[in-house]
Structure formats: structure tokens, C-alpha cells
């Protein structure tokens, strides 16, 4: 290669990378000032009347009253209006379907053998699904995406995605191991809660023997493990405490039961579904485990959660458990999770304390960094609403995240402007 | 919750006699009749025996009040006696001796009715036996009766009644193309799905367009397969169902006449499809899309039924004006969507642009969770449509659960909506019952206080969740 090819090239390589520097300042230099809003911070400091935020570089740089930004920043009047942390919901399948009777557009599951722990979803998730846009203008910035369960006790691992339509939207992969224990659980054990009590623990024993003995099972030994050697490898950072055990268990007695085996693999556990958790909530707070739950979910749906009720969250949190919220139906509606936390508000809990389960409480159990909560240096995942945050006649007004203002539009609201004129919609079928 | 027994409302026993005289009559009856007779020995089967516990004269005072029906009455109070409401408004006699309810701050809509149910056909907790909903062995079922399926200790039920749901829908499922008939309920606590059974309440039937019927049967590798099969597999069997009524007609057109003709076999699918064409059953119809609501419409004028609303109807909003044309409610979830392909051009606006249409909207749950908070489903609807430039008022929307669902499920001159002589099916909420905040605090059907929110005396509690985790408690 001669010279002037090598300058030539190194001319469009610096070209190329200030262009792309350009574009990045472009898409989150632009400052917001929201003005006047009633600020639910998620944070230690609580509800703030009349106060204003200040959105730069993406990050929250001010909160205060009478606040002025640099000659280009909008100013957005929220006068009336509430603003809280874009909300996180902590079970979902973002990205990994799309229609849910349509397999081909299904990646959350694997059928495949000896693939459980070590199933890491995150190469699959979809940013242009639209299921993206359609949670996100109803307030949902961010999500925890799980797998589902296939043919082992174990799921696999999760990521945390910001509800972006590309794949900046990429938080963290690997944040939590996910396992089944009980109902479903004992299906993939010979039918019986305690054969899948076994095989759990067996699994972590297992693991933290190949742990401290790794070189002994390079590729190519035979190994006699309980599962596989990749899924044994996956239960590491499990061991290490480094990411948490969600355990998917309902009953109350087992939940006793995990914390128990927690303690003596000594790791990290979240219970997630945990419909009697309620009954031992004591026991849940002494053991600093935080759970998972559904808060508009009180059905008795099998014989593993006979106690359900609709004022756990309010129990739970009197008893001093943190709590992570998730939401009803499917990831289609993950944004619901707003519904479900104002049940728990109309049912007795606090409702900063709703709003911090799906916001701060779920990114401190993930181990999601500056995010969460409305405070100066967290990434602006902001959203303003018409009204009170925990009612169902509220709707999202303006959504930010990470700094960026959002576009109010998916796939359904094109839809129903479509069709919002019937009398104007003549050959629409044909027209933008 | 019934306690004691004491006399009957006098209209009550006037419909019992009545009913008797014309049951004995029929069978007395020898020519003209027979036929009817016949008519009404199916439609006797397991007749309702509900009847409502007695109850006291009262009046709530002091509420505002929805009707249903589209007026918002405030400090306004609502008479009842006899477990039928006579007065509501602002300004009438109250006699002395009626008890008194308070109703500052609070307010007070019909009882909540769900088109849309599987409660008692797909029971909690969901187990292998409680999978009662779906007779999934023949594209056409219209033999079965959901209320045959009803296990009537089903949890939910009494979960629901907090919902302040009075009244709701049996369905059986969608996995065939006429799944059978459907039934209403009024949620009291009974031994039997009779003395539920809401009293002449028409039967429904249900059908089922698009993926699953054809799901179902093309896996088993049979009809219907596509789309076009479903349609075919309806259309054969409305033929075969108007041959049958035909030929009941003509036996009944030949007695008293020279050449008697011989009575046709009974055929228990057929005499369902015939009442169908006859206008005494109602068709509900699961329909998600567009295209195949428009294919459903044709298929009803070719064969002269009417139906009654579209369930899960998606894209109603894509067909509004021809709804309301064809008086056709569109039974549809404030978010659900994506699950399947034909639900996947859900918009959130659905209920409240059906509704501008002056289409007949209906929020439904299909779900034992949804069916507790209707009004909060209702309340997403309306709000989706105002944040998009409408001006729905609670007085108005609060039909999507009332008024409207008691039309379409053909009990609308009976209960849903708050006017003189409708049955006592009443709610007080705490709060505007379009808000996350509002709880059905009490719970009249026919009249009885059936739910108390403050008073555990006053709250059902099934077979079930009796020592079902503490011998000595309640679920709940």
C-alpha cells in the first residue's frame, strides 16, 4: 500500500468518525427545561410542587425552582402537570416478540437440550419491534427482559433495555439468572416440588464445585454434572453474587424454603411472582430479599397461590420489603405496570413507594446505573403526564430517555389516525 | 347472600303463575301448539330458579348519580323497593319509612355487567378439571351449554362481585367456528347454576371467527383449516339449520290438518341454530378483524340472524359506521393486543371511536382479573379517546359497562341502567367510578345488599375458600 492510498484512507477514517461525533452531539445535545411540574423524584426528597428540570446531555443537570437554560434549550411549560422517572417493568419479553401465536417472531424460549442458565437472550432483542413505541408513549422507558422457560428449571439470563428504537437501547446483558420453582417448576423434575428442590440445589453445588475446579473439565471430558458444563459455568456470577437468583415460586412455604437454600449457597435471591409472599413477609424482610410481584394479581390462579390478594404491596411494604413491580397481560402492555402499582396505591401503599417499585427499586435489584430516579447526574428517563401518575385516566404527555425527547408516535396511533375520520377515508388504505 | 324466606315480590309470583299457565296450557294444548310446546320445552330446560332474597325499602341519598343511560344526577337519590328501583333523581317523594343510606361523596352506577366471562368454566385455581370451556372436538358445537360446564364455587366469582359485578355472561371458548350457548348470570352465591341463572335472560350463542377455530382443526388436520374453511363450515351449517326449522314448520303447519306429517327427530345442535334463526338466541360472535366482522354481517343477512355485538372486535374502530348501521356492539379490552396476528392492529382509542361513531361500545374482560376492574378498563378507553380530542364524560362511558352490555346480552329492559321499575342491581362507589381510586363499597343485586365492603358478614365467600388454608378462616 503506498502513501497516498494509507493518508487517504486515514483522511475518510477521521471523516467518518467526526461525522459520527457530529451526529452523536446532535442527537443529545439538545437542552430541555420543564417548567412548573409537580416532580415525583423516586428519591429520598419525595414529591416536589412547582419545580423545573433541567434535561442536558442527555442527563438530568438541574432540579429546582426558576431554573433557566443556555439560549438553545426548549423550555416546556408542565404547569398542572406531574413528572416522574420513565418507568421500568421488571418481567418482560421486549423485544423478543412480536406477535405471541406467531412463532417466527418468538425468541424469548428455548426448546434446545442442556441449554438452560447459559441462555443469554440479549442477541435477540429487537429494537425496531414494534412493541417499543407503543409501550414508550405510555411512559414505559425501560424494561427488564427476561427468557422463558424451556426445558430446564433454569431460564437464563436477562438484560436491561432503555425503550429505544435502535440498539443504543442496550443497557446490560446477563444482569440476573432466572429459575422455576414450585407449580411449573416440579414439571421439568419428575412432578414433585421436592425433586425440583433437588435439582436446584444440586445445580448450585454443582457449579460451585466446577467453580474451583475448572481446568479439571476443559472441553472434551465427559463431564458428570447435573447440567450441562455452560450452564454450570452460567451459574457463576450467580455464586459470586455478582448478578441475583429470581426465583419464579408462589407458596408460601417455599418461599421459606429459598431463602434457606440462598443462605447456604450464600447468593443473592429475588422472588418474583410470590403471590403468598405476603403470608411470610417477616421472614422475607429478615432475610433482605426483595420479591417481584404483580400487585393487581390476586387470583387464586393454581393451589400454589391460595393467598393472593389484592393488598399485598401494602403488607409487603409494612412488613419492610423492597419491592420490584411488574404488570399484568403480556409485554404487549408492559406499560400497565402503572395500573397495577395504582392498585397497590388504591389498596394502601404509598404511592411514592409504588412509583420507586418501578423505577429506583427495580434498577438497584438490576444493578442498572443512573437511572431510576429524578436527580441530578441520573440519565433523563423523564416523563410528564396530564395528571395524577397512579390513575388510569392519566396518559403520557411527553416521554424522554436518556435526554432524548420521544416522538408521541407507534404503530397504533398511525393506525388510529388512519381511521380516526371515517367519513375522510376515502382510499386511506392507500395514503400515508 | 340469601338469608331466610319470606314472600316473593308480587311481580315475581305473577311470572311464576304466568309461566305455569303457559306451560300447562301447552301441554294441554294438543294441535296449533305442539310445536311451540316444543319451542318451549327447550327453552324451559333448566329454567332459572333465582329468585332474590327479600329485601327492605331503601334509598340512597345524597350521591351523584350515573344512570347509564347518559345523565349524571348530583346530590340526587335513588329509591328502591320490592328489589326494583322506583325513583332516581333529585327531586321526589321519599315515604318515611324506608332506611336511609348516605351517600355524601359517593357515587352510584347500575351494576357492572360483563358480556365477556369464563367464570365457572374456566375456574381458579386453573387446574386439569377446571377446564370446562371448550368443547373442542368439532367445529360445530352448538349442543353444548356453558351453563352445563358452571362450577359455581369458582373464587373469582365473589372477587368480581367487589368488582361490583352483578351480572355476567357465560361464554364457551373460541377454539371452535360455533362453540354453543352461552348464559347469564346474576353473581349471587348458589348450590347450582340454576339459581343463578338471571331470570328470562335469552340465551346467546357463540361463534368464533379467524385463527383459532382454524388453528384448532387444521392441527387435528381437518375443517376448517383457513379462514375460507371457517366460513364455509358456518354456512353449512346455517343450511342445515334452516332445513331443520323448515321441516318443523312444515310439521307444524300440517297438525290439525288432513295430512298430519310425522314429528321430526330432535337434534340437539339444530334446535340450537334453529332458535338462533327464530330471534331468541343471541349471537355473540369473537371477531377481531375487519375484513372477517364484514364476511360475519354477510353471513348473518344470508341466513336472517341478527348479531348481537362482535367480542374481542379489534378493529371495530376500522368499521364503526358500519356498526352503528347494522346495530352491532363491538365488545372490545382497553390494551390487549399482539397476542395473535389479527390482534395486532389494536389501537387504545378502539371503545371511544366506536362510541364517537354512535356505535354501540362495550368494555369486556374475558379475564378473572379484568373483570374485577372494569370501571378501571373503562376509564383507560375513555381517557385514550379525550387525550386524542374527544369529550367522552364518565355519564356516557359508564354505559360501556352498563346499559350497553345489558343490550347486547339481551337484558337491557331488566337491569343496567338506573330508571323506574329496572331490577335493584346498584353499586356505591367510593370514589368517581372511573378512577383507579373508586372500590365498590356496597353491592345491591335485586335490591339485597349481596357486598359490603366494611362489614365481612356481607362478603360471599365460596364453598371453596372455606378452610381451604386455615381450617378455622377464609380464603380472603
Keep these: 500500500m503506498n502513501n497516498y492510498k494509507l493518508i487517504h484512507k486515514l483522511i475518510v477514517k477521521l471523516t467518518t468518525s467526526l461525522i ?69 417493568n421488571a418481567n418482560t419479553q421486549m423485544g423478543l416478540v412480536e406477535i405471541s401465536a406467531a412463532s417466527s417472531t418468538v425468541d424469548h424460549t428455548t426448546e434446545q437440550e442442556g441449554v438452560g442458565a447459559s441462555f443469554n437472550i440479549a442477541p435477540a432483542i429487537n429494537f425496531r419491534s414494534t412493541l417499543i413505541p407503543q409501550n414508550r408513549i405510555n411512559g414505559l422507558t425501560r424494561a427488564i427482559v427476561v427468557p422463558g422457560f424451556g426445558n430446564s428449571i433454569f431460564a437464563g439470563s436477562s438484560s436491561a433495555i432503555a425503550l429505544l428504537s435502535d440498539m443504543t437501547g442496550m443497557i446490560s446483558e446477563n444482569i440476573a439468572q432466572h ?83 440462598a443462605k447456604k449457597h450464600n447468593i443473592k435471591i429475588v422472588l418474583q411472582g410470590a403471590s403468598e409472599a405476603w403470608v411470610v413477609s417477616n421472614e422475607i424482610a429478615r432475610a433482605n430479599v426483595p420479591v417481584i410481584i404483580d400487585p393487581i394479581s390476586n387470583l387464586p390462579n393454581s393451589f400454589s397461590s391460595l393467598s393472593s390478594r389484592i393488598d399485598a404491596a401494602s403488607i409487603l411494604h409494612n412488613a419492610g420489603v423492597k419491592m420490584v413491580f411488574t404488570g399484568m397481560q403480556s409485554t404487549h402492555n408492559g406499560y400497565l405496570v402503572r395500573q397495577s402499582a395504582g392498585n397497590a396505591v388504591s389498596h394502601g401503599l404509598p404511592a411514592e413507594e409504588a412509583l420507586k417499585a418501578m423505577t429506583i427499586n427495580t434498577a438497584e435489584v438490576f444493578g442498572i446505573k443512573n437511572y431510576g430516579q429524578i436527580k441530578v447526574g441520573m440519565e433523563a428517563d423523564v416523563v410528564i403526564w396530564d395528571g395524577d401518575p397512579m390513575e388510569v385516566t392519566t396518559n403520557a404527555e411527553q416521554v424522554f430517555i436518556k435526554g432524548q425527547k420521544q416522538p408521541m408516535v407507534s404503530r397504533a396511533t398511525r393506525l388510529r389516525d388512519r381511521f380516526w375520520d371515517l367519513n375522510d377515508n376515502k382510499n386511506k388504505a392507500y395514503v400515508k | 347472600m340469601h338469608r331466610g324466606v319470606l314472600p316473593l315480590p308480587l311481580k315475581k309470583h305473577l311470572r311464576f303463575f304466568f309461566l305455569l299457565f303457559l306451560m300447562t296450557s301447552l301441554i294441554a294444548c294438543q294441535s296449533d301448539d305442539a310445536s311451540k310446546a316444543d319451542q318451549q320445552k327447550q327453552s324451559q330446560a333448566f329454567p332459572s330458579t333465582y329468585i332474590s332474597a327479600p329485601s327492605k325499602a331503601f334509598v340512597i341519598e345524597h350521591a351523584t348519580v350515573l344512570t347509564g343511560t347518559g345523565i349524571e344526577y348530583r346530590d340526587a337519590s335513588v329509591l328502591v323497593e320490592n328489589g326494583l328501583i322506583k325513583a332516581v333523581g333529585n327531586n321526589f317523594f321519599i315515604p318515611a319509612d324506608v332506611e336511609r343510606i348516605d351517600g355524601s361523596g359517593k357515587w352510584v352506577t347500575p351494576g357492572i355487567i360483563d358480556v365477556h366471562s369464563h367464570m365457572g368454566v374456566y375456574s381458579s385455581p386453573g387446574i386439569e378439571s377446571t377446564q370446562d370451556g371448550n368443547e373442542m372436538t368439532a367445529p360445530v358445537t352448538a349442543e353444548v351449554w356453558a351453563e352445563h ?158 348479531i348481537s355485538a362482535f367480542h374481542h372486535a379489534i378493529e371495530a374502530y376500522k368499521i364503526a359506521d358500519v356498526l352503528a348501521k347494522e346495530n352491532i356492539c363491538s365488545a372490545v379490552w382497553a390494551d390487549w393486543w399482539g397476542f395473535k396476528h389479527e390482534a395486532f392492529d389494536h389501537v387504545r382509542e378502539n371503545a371511544a371511536m366506536v362510541h364517537n361513531a354512535k356505535a354501540c361500545a362495550i368494555i369486556h374482560s374475558d379475564s ?42 339481551g337484558v337491557g329492559d331488566k337491569t343496567g341502567s338506573l330508571k323506574e321499575n329496572m331490577m335493584a342491581d346498584i353499586v356505591i362507589w367510593s370514589h368517581n367510578p372511573l378512577s383507579v381510586y373508586a372500590k365498590a363499597e356496597k353491592v345491591f343485586i335485586d335490591g339485597v345488599l349481596t357486598y359490603d365492603r366494611y362489614d365481612s358478614e356481607f362478603q360471599p365467600v365460596s364453598d371453596f375458600d372455606l378452610g381451604i388454608i386455615d381450617p378455622e378462616g377464609v380464603r380472603l
Excluded at chain 1, 450441562?228 to 437468583?245: N, Q, T
Excluded at chain 2, 347469564?184 to 341463572?197: C, E, F, I
Design chain 2, 149 to 306: 360446564s358452571v362450577w359455581t364455587q369458582d373464587p373469582a366469582m365473589p372477587l368480581a362481585l367487589a368488582g361490583g359485578v352483578t351480572t355476567f355472561q357465560v361464554l364457551p371458548g373460541s377454539g371452535n367456528l360455533i362453540g354453543g350457548r352461552g348464559v347469564t348470570l346474576k353473581n349471587v352465591n348458589a348450590k347450582n347454576v340454576q339459581a343463578m341463572k338471571f331470570p328470562d335472560a335469552p340465551h346467546s350463542l357463540k361463534m368464533a371467527c379467524g385463527e383459532n377455530p382454524k388453528r384448532v382443526y387444521g392441527n387435528k388436520g381437518r375443517a376448517p383449516s383457513t379462514r375460507m374453511g371457517n366460513v364455509a363450515g358456518y354456512r353449512m351449517a346455517w343450511i342445515k339449520a334452516e332445513e331443520y326449522l323448515a321441516k318443523w314448520d312444515k310439521y307444524t303447519e300440517s297438525l290439525g290438518s288432513k295430512k298430519e306429517l310425522d314429528k321430526p327427530a330432535r337434534d340437539l345442535q339444530l334446535d340450537t341454530l334453529a332458535e338462533v334463526l327464530r330471534g331468541n338466541i343471541l349471537v355473540h360472535n369473537h371477531c377481531y378483524r375487519a375484513e372477517e366482522m364484514m364476511v360475519m354481517i354477510d353471513i348473518a343477512k344470508e341466513f336472517g340472524y341478527k
Design chain 1, 179 to 261: 429459575v422455576l420453582y414450585g407449580v411449573s417448576g416440579a414439571e421439568f423434575n419428575g412432578g414433585s416440588r421436592a425433586a425440583a428442590h433437588m435439582a436446584l440445589d444440586k445445580a448450585l453445588e454443582d457449579a460451585n464445585y466446577l467453580r474451583h475446579n475448572r481446568r479439571r473439565f476443559e472441553p472434551g471430558f465427559e463431564s458428570h454434572f447435573s447440567l450441562s458444563i455452560a450452564d454450570l459455568d452460567a451459574l457463576k456470577p450467580v455464586l459470586e453474587r455478582k448478578i441475583p437468583l429470581i426465583i419464579n415460586v408462589h407458596r408460601s412455604d417455599s418461599i421459606i424454603r429459598m431463602i434457606a437454600l
Design chain 2, 368 to 409: 378473572a382479573i379484568g373483570i374485577q376492574h372494569l370501571n378501571q378498563e373503562t376509564a383507560k378507553a375513555m381517557a385514550a379517546g379525550n387525550k386524542n380530542g374527544l369529550s367522552i364524560e364518565v355519564k356516557d362511558a359508564i354505559a360501556w359497562i352498563t346499559s350497553n352490555a345489558a343490550k347486547a346480552i
Design chain 1, 20 to 88: 459520527l461525533s457530529l451526529l452523536a452531539i446532535n442527537v443529545i445535545a439538545k437542552d430541555y427545561l420543564i417548567k412548573n411540574a409537580t416532580v415525583h423524584t423516586a428519591s429520598e426528597v419525595g414529591v416536589l410542587n412547582s419545580t423545573d428540570v433541567l434535561i442536558s446531555d442527555g442527563f438530568i443537570m438541574e432540579l429546582g425552582k426558576n431554573l433557566s437554560g443556555n439560549s438553545n434549550v426548549e423550555v416546556i411549560d408542565a404547569k398542572g402537570q406531574h413528572l416522574t422517572p420513565g418507568l421500568i
